[in-house]
């Protein structure tokens, strides 16, 4: 399951308004490369929607079926870290994943 978290105002490259949605996944743990102690996280990850402002204010803390999985890049990227402001240099992405709507479509591609 994943949850709505939050929603963000966003422009498209032809200068539309849309808003997309932050989506959080259950949380797991992780061990520090740094320390190498244990820490809750969860997966987050954002997804673009064709719904208004109101809409998705009211879909913060609903849950819906899926997961948000990792996902490799074909070019590496720099992110800074909020909490620390350190930059890192990553070669992934998280992206949600409908379990059930994948499923259901490769069982008809398939047949």
């Known amino acids: 399951m ?3 978290t939050n929603y963000v105002q966003k422009t ?4 539309k308004i849309f808003f997309a949605l932050e989506l959080t996944g259950e949380v797991e743990m992780s061990i520090s490369q ?3 102690r244990m820490f809750a996280t969860a997966r987050k990850c954002m ?3 064709s719904l208004d402002e109101n ?3 009211s879909l913060i803390g609903k849950q819906m079926p899926g997961c948000i999985q990792k996902v490799d890049v074909d ?3 720099e992110y800074t870290i909020p909490r620390t402001g350190e930059t890192v240099l990553l070669d992934y992405r998280y992206e949600y994943s409908n379990v059930e709507m994948n499923q ?7 047949g």
């Open 12 to 15: 498209s490259q032809a200068g």
């Open 104 to 110: 259901t479509l490769e069982a008809a591609i398939l």
């Open 2 to 4: 994943v949850t709505v």
């Open 75 to 77: 070019e590496p990227y």
């Open 55 to 57: 809409t998705c204010k």
């Open 47 to 49: 997804i673009p929607s």
């Open 34 to 36: 740094t320390t190498g």
